[in-house]
């Protein structure tokens, strides 16, 4: 293969988190996992991994214990046009040719067998209502806010607002709802003038009502679920899955949560007893799953939030789970997660879209 695919293939023994970092660099979506002579072992993809961290799985556990071991390959001197069909009725990607010791050798792909629209740019459509959440001062981004309100902050030749509805609109969502209250006027004015295609409307907020207040205003007016995100985030991930996800769970409400490594560069101390040390720990990492900020909920929830009161999307988690609803994590990886809310991830958000 001369190299070709090292990308898509990693060694068995490879951790989870690691794995998690090579996806996210390949954006091919699927790795094959092999041993030290390339034999195949299995595949592994964003679900799989997902899976495994939604059952308790360690992200430090190798990739041999996550991976999907049925993978579809074809041995040498396979039939083409029925390896074709086999193709296109399960929509794969990359098809591993092996030998009789089952070492890859090659790959089949669906672009060079097929041509013309590949299956990854096969359109798939979402109808559910899309609630931006942009009322808020920006406080953080100061002095920038002062000016322009958050979701106008440039990122590159667009604003963060127009990016985080590019996301939606690649599964051709075409109406969007904008919780607006800081610099409204600025904000619609904006829109105004560059006069997108799709199509926004406004849910004013007399005073500030937090990242959930302003939803009381459409109780009653939706049947499908809703997606409810922040104005300072985007999410790289298959919106469809996330959909998926939630109405096969039954879900009341799916927070989207992404893994976040931290590196502790010091030696940890725990002690007791008035400083008697018990452990000492050195540098330890740590990986947690955080909330991102983006949340599909069914429309029943909405009669949770109280009328015009601040309302954070956290309360409304809260008193979901008070009344026995549904909550779960739809995890996604680090990488996949851009948040712009504040300086130091603002700048980390500008190189990483630049690349």
């Known amino acids: 293969m001369n190299g070709k695919y090292d990308s898509i293939l990693i060694d068995l023994n490879v951790s989870v988190k690691d794995a998690m970092r090579q996806l996210d660099k390949t954006a091919e979506k699927i790795l094959f996992v092999v041993d030290d002579q390339r034999k195949l072992i299995g595949s592994l993809t964003d679900g799989d991994i997902r899976r495994w961290i939604l059952k308790d799985g360690s992200l430090n556990d190798a990739v041999i214990d996550v991976c999907y071991k049925g993978t579809y390959f074809v041995r040498e001197g396979f039939d083409i046009d029925q390896v074709k069909e086999e193709i296109k009725k399960r929509k794969i990607v990359y098809v591993p040719v092996v030998n009789a010791d089952k070492r890859i050798i090659e790959f089949l792909v669906w672009d060079e067998l097929f041509g013309g629209i590949s299956v990854r740019k096969q359109v798939r459509t979402l109808t559910n209502p899309v609630i931006i959440m942009a009322g808020g001062k920006g406080t953080r981004l100061d002095p920038f806010t002062r000016i322009l309100p958050k979701p106008l902050i440039p990122i590159g030749e667009k604003t963060i607002l127009e990016l985080i509805i590019e996301k939606f609109t690649n599964f051709n969502i075409g109406e969007f709802l904008i919780s607006v209250n800081h610099k409204a006027k600025i904000i619609k004015s ?122 954070n999307m956290t309360d409304l988690v809260e008193s979901a789970r008070n009344n026995g609803k549904t909550v779960r994590v739809f995890p996604i990886s680090e990488y996949s997660w851009t948040d712009t809310g504040e300086w130091i991830e603002y700048k980390k958000a500008v190189e990483k879209l630049s690349l």
């Open 190 to 311: 904006y829109f105004e003038e560059i006069n997108p295609e799709y199509n926004i409307k406004y849910l004013h907020e007399e005073s500030p009502l937090g990242t959930g207040g302003a939803l009381w205003q459409i109780k009653g007016l939706f049947t499908e679920p809703l997606f409810v995100t922040n104005c300072d985030i985007l999410i790289d991930a298959e919106y469809d899955e996330i959909v998926n996800f939630h109405i096969s769970n039954q879900n009341d409400i799916t927070i989207v949560g992404s893994m976040k490594h931290y590196a502790i560069p010091y030696g940890v101390l725990k002690i007791e007893n008035g400083g008697s040390v018990i452990e000492m720990q050195e540098k330890p990492e740590l990986d947690f799953l955080v909330n991102t900020g983006m949340y599909l909920i069914n429309p029943d929830m909405l009669d949770l939030i109280p009328e015009n009161c601040f309302f």
